[in-house]
């Protein structure tokens, strides 16, 4: 049996330990709780325990979630592949969107926006590996899609998000997250608000909390292995 809370609860604590050890403030930190293909019920025990933050890989999974849960103040996170005849859907149901690689998707999120809603917060997906298999622009191309995501209506543009290739060794696993961050370095010189770095996993979230990781996506160390 799962025990979501003493996994949430032990997950907070590795990211105190590891903001700790990187001489950085817990608060600078926000725990994503990867939900997909977990039930309405881990969800709520998950957010009674405190967790706010949820992500969803799957547009029509998520819809059905965020329907029965919509009496629940839940900030509900995209982080899957964006299919652009789906966009219009994600941008009515979602507050952040991670995975915007395209100008075209940017574009259909910007159009569909609710006015009645805060802008969307979207981040940019790098391929920071270069990985032929992962979605995400490369790092030379994140000024020109930042450039013109900027004054799209209705878009908050965030800052970055990325997937690395899986390595186990500790000081291989920042080499990744430090280009990110320093990427994102970069990209605040012309988009100053741009805040946020949506990366490292159950695997690898020290390692990216180390190079400065604002979010972190967590789904295994809390919800357990999926089926």
Not at 164 to 170: G, V
């Amino acid at each position: 049996m799962i025990d979501i809370e003493k996994n949430l609860q032990e997950v907070q604590a590795q990211i105190a330990s590891q903001c700790q050890k990187s001489r950085r403030d817990p608060e600078e930190v926000t725990l994503l709780a990867v939900s997909k293909k977990k039930t309405i019920e881990d969800i709520s025990t998950a957010h009674q325990a405190g967790q706010i933050d949820f992500g969803e890989n799957y547009l029509q999974e998520a819809e059905q979630k965020i329907n029965k849960l919509q009496y629940l103040p839940i900030r509900w996170h995209y982080i899957g592949p964006i299919q652009s005849n789906k966009a219009h859907r994600i941008s009515e149901l979602f507050d952040w969107v991670h995975s915007v690689d395209r100008y075209k998707v940017a574009q259909r999120l910007s159009r569909f926006r609710p006015a009645d809603k805060p802008p969307l917060n979207v981040l940019l997906q790098v391929n920071i590996d270069d990985e032929p298999s992962k979605a995400g622009i490369g790092l030379a191309d994140i000024n020109e899609l930042a450039d013109k995501i900027a004054i799209l209506p209705r878009l908050n543009l965030r800052g970055l998000m990325a997937i690395p290739a899986i390595r186990t060794d500790f000081e291989k696993q920042r080499e990744p997250f430090k280009k990110l961050a320093d990427a994102l370095s970069c990209l605040q010189l012309k988009h100053p608000y741009c805040d946020t770095l949506s990366m490292g996993m159950s695997a690898d979230m020290n390692a990216a909390i180390a190079e400065g990781a604002t979010l972190v996506r967590i789904g295994t160390a809390i919800f357990g292995a999926r089926i």
